[in-house]
């Protein structure tokens, strides 16, 4: 990297806590939730959001829409949502140079920077699968046409953790295309009350633009030449390979897990690594970066058998096991 391009990117880098920081004025809490999202946003994948209602999902990533000067689309996933309701569709126009009648391809709502899959364990898996080679590709075939999404492009998918009559639980290949699984909690007492002075009265916080979507294509292109050393990347494939019950050195796992995570989980890790790396305003990942990431990357890529389930053994046990387990050499 030439010293011009590393100058550049550290003034790129060193706005990012100033991006978190105008996410505070509107988002009281949730800072791990908060980085987590962002980390997915540096490392170009998408992420699934699980929490209860009231936690402020929507409007944190709304506000962080805000602050990145990037259009923000929101679907609400309904049982009744079909396909062409978030791809789009053909509609019958006039041409007016010709006076005939043709097709033109009217984009839908997920033609935009950040898209909001509201509940989207609420809808049926054919519209559910409309979005797999959206996350995967960046673009939908709509008609035998390719046609491409912009970039930056995000989708934040999020999900009730309760009231699980009529929803549809999302396929494991489609999870697995989430980079990462964020669980958030309830506020401390502390931020709570915050939330309930800071939100009853007449003050509407006033965000600045910090990043344009550009500089986010470039902080995606530095994140992915952040150093990650050779001793660090076979950690992070014993970490993936114990996961898997046939290979696994763990009694823990072979014990309460059906299967473990593929490849993609270790593509994963890597990457959020390097934008943890990134966010956290350093160029070189360390070990912290694999242990704080193992939970949302790993969390939806492990399947527990019945007797876990009925023991009431989660996934995040069995990660955290896996992590005082193994070492790295």
Known sequence: MESTDLTHYKK???????LRSEIGKVIIGQQEAISEVLISLLAGGHCLLEGVPGLAKTLMVKTMSDALA????????????????????????????????????????????VVLADEINRTPPKTQAAML???????????????ALPKPFLIIATQNPIEQAGTYPLPEAQLDRFLLYIKLS???????????KS????????????????????????????????????????????????????????????WGAGPRAGQALVLC?????????????????IQALAYPILRHRIALNFRAEAEGVTT????????????LA
Do not use: C
């Open 133 to 147: 080679e959206a996350m995967q590709e960046y673009k939908v075939t709509y008609n035998g046409t390719d046609y």
């Open 186 to 196: 309830y506020p401390s007492e502390r931020e709570e009350l915050d939330v309930l």
């Open 12 to 18: 790129l880098v060193a706005k990012l806590p100033q």
């Open 273 to 289: 690594a390097k934008a943890r790396a990134v966010l956290n305003e350093r160029f070189s990942v360390i070990p912290e970066d």
């Open 70 to 113: 990037m259009q923000f689309k929101r679907i609400q996933f309904t049982p009744d949502l079909m396909p062409g309701d978030i791809v789009g569709t053909e509609i019958l126009e006039d041409d007016h140079e010709t006076g005939h009648k043709v097709f033109v391809f009217n984009r839908g709502p997920l033609f935009a920077n």
């Open 316 to 327: 995040d046990l069995v990660i955290k096991q896996l992590l005082t387990e193994i070492k």
């Open 199 to 258: 939100t009853t009265g007449t003050n509407r916080p006033n965000l600045q633009t910090v990043l344009s979507d550009e500089d986010i294509i470039q902080l995606q292109t530095l994140t992915r030449q952040v150093h990650i050393s050779e001793e660090l990347i076979g950690y992070i494939n014993k970490l993936v390979r114990a996961t898997r019950p046939a290979d696994s050195p763990s009694s823990f796992v072979k014990q309460w897990s059906q």
